[in-house]
């Protein structure tokens, strides 16, 4: 069983950047074949794709977020990262990771396994 689990500040100032980090366990982050993905659902837009760090380090990102949006791993610790940066009240959202297959990249409702989520409000 694979296990994602997201760990970040609660809350993050506006125009400041929000890191998360998502610590995964039952698969290696370099597995074949496996795209390591972040998602959101914020109240106003529901369900929403931000990018991936794919099982051989290179990224790719939405491209209406991809000006702000940085995905990094750590392969020795089996994790990998976001960073959100000039954020507004707008990326106030449950920020997810998630482990997806290819057909699945892009689409915030399909996945392998994703984490419980973790809330993330912009707020001076």
């Known amino acids: 069983q694979v296990q994602l689990q997201e760990s970040g500040p609660g809350l993050v100032k506006p125009s400041q950047t929000l890191s998360l980090t998502c610590t995964v366990s039952?698969?290696?982050?370099?597995?074949?074949?496996?795209?390591w993905s972040w998602i959101r659902q914020t109240p106003g837009k529901g369900l929403e794709w931000i990018g991936f760090?794919?099982?051989?380090?290179?990224?790719y990102y939405s491209p209406s977020l991809k000006s702000r949006t940085s995905i990094s791993r750590d392969t020795s610790k089996n994790l990998f990262t976001l960073q959100l940066s000039s954020v507004t009240p707008e990326d106030t959202a449950v920020y997810y990771c998630?482990?997806?297959?290819?057909?699945?990249?892009?689409?915030?409702?399909?996945?392998?396994?994703r984490g419980q989520g973790t809330q993330v409000a912009v707020s001076s």
């Open positions: 760090i794919a099982y051989g380090g290179w990224t």
């Open positions: 039952g698969e290696s982050i370099t597995t074949n074949d496996y795209y």
């Open positions: 998630a482990m997806q297959k290819l057909d699945h990249v892009g689409n915030p409702d399909k996945y392998t396994f």
